[in-house]
Structure formats: C-alpha cells, structure tokens
C-alpha cells in the first residue's frame, strides 16, 4: 500500500452516533494487510482522537487550534515509530468534539506518508519490537474495557452509589443540652444533630444540682430502685452522629482527669437508658451520668442537701447556671461570718425541713398542679427551703437577709390560706416560724 492509494479512502462517510463511540472508518481491509508508517496529518473537529489499527490501539493523537479565529478545528502532526506497522482498516475515535452541541466527526484533512509495504515486516521483528507490539496490544484493550465502562455507566443513573449514612446515636439529655439551654445553641443547634421528641425515663433516677447551678443524674441503678425519693425524670431525646458524639464525650468531661482550677471540676460517663417518648415508644439510648468531682464528696453532699429534681427547668438554669468560663471567679459560699457568730443556715434549713413532715414548704408551689389560679396574683414573691438553700449556696447572704426569705415563706402561705387559719397549712406555718425565730435570735445573741 502507498501513499496515493491510501488517500483514496472515502473520509466523508456517515459517521457513528456518539453513543456508538462516534468512530470513523477509513477502509474495510483485513488486518493482514500491513504496511509501515511513517507521519501521520490530521484535522478535525476533536482535539484527542484515538487512532487504532483493526480492533489494535495505537496512540492518542492530541491536536492544537488551526487558528485563533476557528477554535473548532485541531490540526495534529504524528511521527510514527520506526517499528510501527498499521493494518489498512484504520479507524479513529474521537474524545472531546467541538463546538460542544457537534454530533459526529467531521475529519477536514487526513494523510499518512508511507515508507512502500510491509507485509515481510511482521516476520523481521526483533524480540523486543515483539514485545512492544505485545504492550500496543494490551493498551489498545484498556481502552476498550474503558469504552465498555463508560456504556455500562451511561446505563446506571444512580452511579456512583451512594455512600452509606453515617451511624447515629440516640442520646437522652436532661440538663443544659436541652431546647433553648445554653449548651444546645452550642453543640446541638446544627446539621449533626436532629432533635427527635420530648421523653422522661422509665425508672426513677436522682437527678441533683452541683455547684454552678450544674444538673447530673447518679448512675447507680440499684440506689436509684432503693432511693424513696428518686423520681421519674424530664429530658429530651436527640439523634447525633459520630463526629457529635464525641463532641459531647469531651463537653461531659469523658477520659478527662476533673481538676480543682478549671472549668471541668467534675466527670461524666455514656451509659445505656430507656425512655419513653410523647407517643408512648420506649427508645433504647444513652446519656451522661455524673461519676465524680474534683472537689471529692464537698460537692456531692451539697448537692444532697438541694434535694432531688424531677426536670431542670429553663428559669432554674438562667437563675443558676455559670458557664465553665466563669467557673473560677464564681465559688460557692456556704457562710459568711459577720463577726462573732457564725450562723450554720444550712443547718437551720435541714432542722426545718425534718420539722415539715409534710412537705409543705420543702418545695416551691406548683400552682399549676394544684389548681390555684389566683395564686401568683396573690403570692409575689413565692419562697420555699430548696430555693432558699441554693440561694445560700451560691450567694454571700447575710444572715438578717437569710432571715427575712425564711419568714417570707411563712407569710406567703399564711397570705393565701389566711382565711382558714386552723387549716394544715396555716398551722405548719405558725408553728415553724415561731421555732426558727427563737432558734434565729438565740443565735444572733450568741446563746
């Protein structure tokens, strides 16, 4: 085969759809018939075009713009391999047609000079023009493996698959992660973390306030069964995912050592727990339960002595709560001395509530539960003993203001129940009033 002869294959034939590969065809010949190239010229409107010999891959031919004012053509100029031998079915796929709405290849120009027939080359090869041919072959199959992809991906909308969801954890909170609480603008409030229901627990669990106005629940299950005055407790249930969770170990102080100088002074552990949901499904989950402090048993005792919670509200959480940042200026004051006497106020308020059998004045008056509609606009400024220990608690009282909240709480139910003073309310509360302020001038006179 030569060059003239090679020139009278008919270019301008219809051309492939592009879901065919869009290939062009330049002859029909059977692969035997050999001949050696030596430069191929070639313009068309795709800049890569692949060029095959038969069904063999040969090489990608990559072209430049013919001319600034027609990006559309790309001209390429080849020299082949001295070594090189092609077939005369040559075909050639196009990559990247231009402009982008083209459908087929539009060939401008197409010559290969030629160095006069090669059908004796094929037996002259070396054992490593072999091999090169050898490698030619196998690149020419990657290409069709990688044709035979690109069809079986046109096929699948869904490719690539989608990655799995990421693991999600159910977490029960009940202190300051909850709605609108300080932590939950934080930690919670964003796209790892989806708040799924209001819930309470199954059991009853002794859910306490530390220092700083800070709410934990005791991990102890057996104690929490034992305990009369454990209660069923109020939360929230949250969905979060790993990178959250682990947002939340460090928040609650896991695998931290707790230290006396800064804001984490007390730990926490994950551990499992059943609640129920406002539709009534229990949901297995976890939540963080208080297992120490750095402070050791000062700050689980004064905790005691606030009594246990049912739920920690939003008003007891603004009123209480210090951030860690304001841990270290902000210490709890248990007394403070004014001179001579020292008065033990949470003393005072235990032998009051051990005198309150009933419970009367222990806890503030839930208007609500009970029913008094006209309370508050009878009532206002409602006092009862836990609100006035962890006023002593956190606060430098002095003792006549100690005084006046303790008699207030007296008052506001003698007020309310005024018109019935032999009733069980009015009664209690002239008796224990009179009792502390015996106890409390006693104390102030230094007897």
């Not at 002859?27 to 068309?44: E, G, Q, V, W």
């Not at 698959?161 to 930690?187: E, W």
């Not at 460090?250 to 006396?260: R, S, Y």
């Not at 207030?408 to 209690?428: H, M, P, Q, R």
Request: with cysteine; hydrophobic share 30%.
């Amino acid at each position: 085969m030569n060059q003239s002869a090679l020139n009278l294959y008919e270019l301008s034939k219809p051309v492939a759809s592009p879901q065919l590969c869009n290939i062009i065809t330049t002859s029909n010949d059977d692969d035997t018939n050999l001949f050696t190239p030596k430069m191929l010229h070639l313009i068309s409107n795709s800049r890569n075009v692949e060029l095959y010999s038969g069904s063999k891959y040969v090489t990608t031919l990559k072209g430049d713009p013919t001319n600034q004012s027609d990006s559309d053509k790309f001209a390429v100029s080849y020299n082949f391999p001295p070594t090189q031998t092609l077939s005369a079915s040559i075909s050639m796929k196009c990559l990247s047609l231009r402009p982008k709405n083209a459908k087929t290849l539009a060939v401008s120009s197409y010559e290969i000079s030629t160095s006069g027939l090669g059908a004796t080359v094929d037996a002259a090869l070396s054992n490593n023009d072999a091999l090169q041919r050898r490698v030619s072959q196998l690149e020419g199959e990657v290409s069709l493996l990688k044709m035979q992809m690109a069809s079986v991906m046109s096929i699948m909308p869904s490719w690539p698959l989608p990655l799995l969801p990421p693991t999600t954890h159910n977490i029960f909170v009940y202190g300051t992660l909850k709605t609108n609480f300080y932590n939950f603008n934080r930690y919670l409030n964003n796209s790892t973390a989806t708040f799924v229901d209001t819930c309470h627990t199954t059991t009853r669990h002794r859910l306490l306030i530390l220092d700083y106005g800070v709410p934990c629940l005791l991990g102890n299950d057996d104690d929490n069964k034992n305990d009369i005055d454990a209660k069923i407790i109020d939360g929230e249930l949250f969905s979060v995912d790993d990178s959250k969770l682990a947002e939340l170990d460090e928040l609650e102080g896991l695998n931290i050592t707790p230290t006396t100088n800064s804001g984490d002074w007390c730990r926490y552990e994950r551990r499992p727990i059943t609640v129920v949901r406002s539709n009534g499904e229990h949901v297995a989950c976890q939540y963080y339960c208080y297992v120490g402090s750095a402070e050791g048993d000062e700050v689980f005792e004064r905790a005691i002595e606030r009594g246990y919670f049912s739920s920690y509200s939003l008003e007891y959480h603004e009123r209480e709560y210090t951030t860690k940042s304001e841990r270290t200026i902000k210490n709890p004051k248990k007394e403070v001395n004014e001179g001579p006497v020292t008065l033990d106020k949470l003393g005072l308020l235990k032998e009051l509530q051990t005198m309150d059998v009933n419970e009367i004045f222990s806890e503030p008056v839930d208007a609500v539960a009970f029913n008094l509609k006209d309370y508050h606009s009878i009532v206002k400024m409602p006092m009862d003993f836990r609100t006035i220990r962890q006023r002593v608690t956190y606060t430098e009282m002095e003792h006549d203001e100690f005084a006046k909240l303790v008699n207030l709480t007296f008052d506001n139910a003698l007020l309310y129940n005024g018109k019935n003073k032999t009733s069980l309310v009015c009664v209690e509360a002239s008796r224990l009033k009179k009792h502390f302020n015996d106890k409390y001038e006693k104390k102030k006179e230094g007897v």
